[in-house]
């Protein structure tokens, strides 16, 4: 059982960049895999990354994400850099193991001018 809230969303201009966070809160938080995904309106869900409970990365979208987490302070970081206006999205982290699967409410991104 774990809950999970994202933050550092907004609007940036383009070029800009952010670091969104995921603050879990419960047990066992260094077991868990960890996702970035994120939606826009009337699209699927689509992945972005994910780092492993041993810290193997794999990014999905790739150039301008890196994801990280710091077990001690049960967060994932979600670093992204040279934003475009079609990453304006809703984006959500989800932590997953065999204990069960679990994912927060999102934080919105809007890159605009």
């Known amino acids: 059982q774990v809950r999970l809230v994202e933050s550092g969303g907004g609007l940036v201009q383009p070029g800009g960049s952010l670091n969104l966070t995921c603050a879990a809160s419960?047990?066992?938080?260094?077991?868990?895999?960890l996702r970035w995904f994120r939606q826009v309106p009337g699209k699927q869900r689509e992945l972005i990354a994910k780092?492993?409970?041993?810290?193997l990365i794999d990014v999905a979208v790739k150039g301008r994400f890196t994801v990280s987490r710091d077990n001690a302070r049960n967060m994932v970081f979600l670093q992204i850099d040279s934003l475009e206006p079609k990453d304006t999205a809703v984006y959500y982290c989800?932590?997953?193991?065999?204990?069960?699967?679990?994912w927060g409410k999102g934080t919105l991104v809007t890159v605009s001018s």
């Open positions: 780092i492993t409970s041993s810290g």
């Open positions: 419960g047990s066992n938080f260094d077991t868990y895999g």
């Open positions: 989800n932590a997953y193991s065999l204990r069960g699967d679990y």
